[in-house]
């Protein structure tokens, strides 16, 4: 009974604490490591990238592609597209993302790389916590070297004064989201990648401030 009671005592402070207006989130980020090198390299990166993923996501999908005809001078970075891009639904999808847009809802786009050697994609879901995270991961090939793109999202649903919700965000208060999960991913595919004896950098990154994680912040390491 006494522990009820603290129970219910601790839920009406982070009440009064936290918003309890219902709130889906949608946050991005994104990594790209240049990984200087020539074809020597390339099956043992390929391979190294995709054992690294695996150790860190539940599920994974992996597409290996072939190298251009002919190596661009550079690697350009990933882009969000609309998935129906100069089809016949093009017009017809574009109406609704305005309308959606209009009222407040998120465009529909996907992450896409040109010529990749390799696409890997994850969606996970943290059962009971309302949040979401997926992964999308591609290699270029140009030519000095490689360009390894990382590009994230995460989801998350807040508030409501259910016991479900309100215990959710007590937990969080105290031991943080999924979210400094993303950061920590990160690092293992620099990290695996430094393995190769290979000219590795991070040169372009934006990782929100907030998934640095309450006891290691991995953030500080994948900086530009």
């Excluded at 860190?56 to 290996?64: D, F, H, I, K, P």
């Excluded at 393995?195 to 900086?223: Q, R």
Aim: proline content about 4%; charged content about 20%; glycine content about 6%.
């Amino acid at each position: 009974m006494k522990n009820k009671i603290i129970l219910a005592f601790s839920f009406l402070v982070l009440a009064g604490c936290a918003s309890t207006t219902p709130t889906r989130t949608t946050e991005q980020a994104y990594m790209v490591i240049d990984v200087k090198g020539d074809a020597t390299i390339r099956d043992n990166l390929l391979d190294t990238i995709v054992e690294t993923a695996q150790s860190s996501m539940s599920s994974l999908s992996v597409n290996r592609g072939i190298p251009p005809s002919s190596l661009p001078e550079t690697a350009s970075r990933f882009e969000l597209v609309s998935p129906f891009e100069n089809t016949q639904l093009g017009g017809l999808v574009s109406g609704f993302s305005a309308l959606s847009q209009a009222s407040g809802g998120a465009t529909l786009k996907i992450p896409q790389c040109k010529d990749p050697l390799l696409t890997m994609k994850s969606d996970k879901s943290a059962s009971g916590w309302s949040e979401r995270t997926t992964f999308f991961i591609c290699v270029v090939q140009y030519q000095k070297g490689f360009q390894v793109d990382v590009y994230t999202t995460f989801e998350q649903q807040t508030g409501g004064i259910s016991v479900n919700a309100l215990s959710q965000s007590l937990v969080r208060s105290i031991a943080g989201d999924t979210s400094q999960n993303i950061p920590t991913t990160m690092v293992k595919i620099k990290d695996s990648l430094a393995s190769l004896n290979a000219e590795v950098k991070v040169i372009d990154s934006y990782i929100p401030s907030k998934w640095k994680g309450l006891f290691a912040d991995d953030t500080k390491t994948l900086s530009e």
